[in-house]
């Protein structure tokens, strides 16, 4: 049965988040993030023959150390993770890691394929889900800007099709095409569960992170 959303008014506020960029990277980390590299490589070594134009990786190294130092703070709510278009999975399999129950989400078939042998290899707990990350009527908070890339997906809905509520996520990590965040952020402020977080990369040194929350 889908729960009522609360029509409080919600308000989403950029959190002063420090991460240290240069944090040295544990060793079984670091194995997985060098065969991490490797998939990407592999991938981009033959783009021609399975191009995604809408795939462009973020620096997963950053993001790791920034998602530990926020799994260190204890500013989440809860231990629930999802990765919006996760991709090859990578940082779905390192929030795993650090001991969140992660999931991705990803609407390119060839993507989830692969993003489950490298969590597999990789011997890591996150569960891929192919899909659509956007909860239901969420795309009409894009207004006029309908070119966003994330309206593109022509799959069925993820949370629907595996009986899930995005509103029991108490993180949720994105990398948004550009233009794209502010879309990204609506969404997440009016779907978002109360006192849920956002980390969001932005590019080369630039993550960012909200909370959700209901007045």
């Not at 233009?179 to 932005?202: C, K, P, S, T």
Request: hydrophobic residues 40%.
């Amino acid at each position: 049965m889908k729960r009522a959303r609360n029509t409080s008014s919600p308000v989403l506020e950029r959190l002063e988040f420090e991460w240290d960029d240069s944090a040295e990277i544990p060793t079984d980390t670091a194995k997985i993030l060098e065969d991490a590299d490797q998939v990407l490589q592999a991938y981009w070594d033959q783009w021609t023959k399975k191009p995604i134009e809408q795939y462009v990786a973020c620096d997963f190294r950053d993001v790791y150390r920034a998602l530990s130092q926020l799994t260190a703070s204890k500013l989440a709510k809860g231990n629930t993770f999802c990765e919006w278009g996760c991709g090859f999975g990578i940082v779905t399999g390192l929030a795993s890691q650090l001991g969140w129950e992660a999931i991705g989400i990803e609407a390119e078939s060839f993507l989830v394929d692969q993003a489950n042998r490298f969590l597999a290899r990789n011997r890591l707990k996150g569960e891929i889900l192919h899909g659509n990350f956007l909860p239901r009527g969420s795309e009409r908070l894009a207004g006029s800007q309908s070119n966003h890339a994330s309206l593109f997906h022509q799959v069925e809905n993820a949370y629907e099709q595996h009986d899930l509520e995005f509103d029991d996520y108490a993180l949720v990590f994105a990398y948004p095409w550009p233009g794209e965040h502010y879309f990204l952020q609506e969404v997440f402020r009016n779907y978002a569960g109360d006192g849920a977080l956002m980390l969001m990369f932005l590019g080369p040194y630039e993550i960012e992170l909200f909370r959700k929350s209901v007045s």
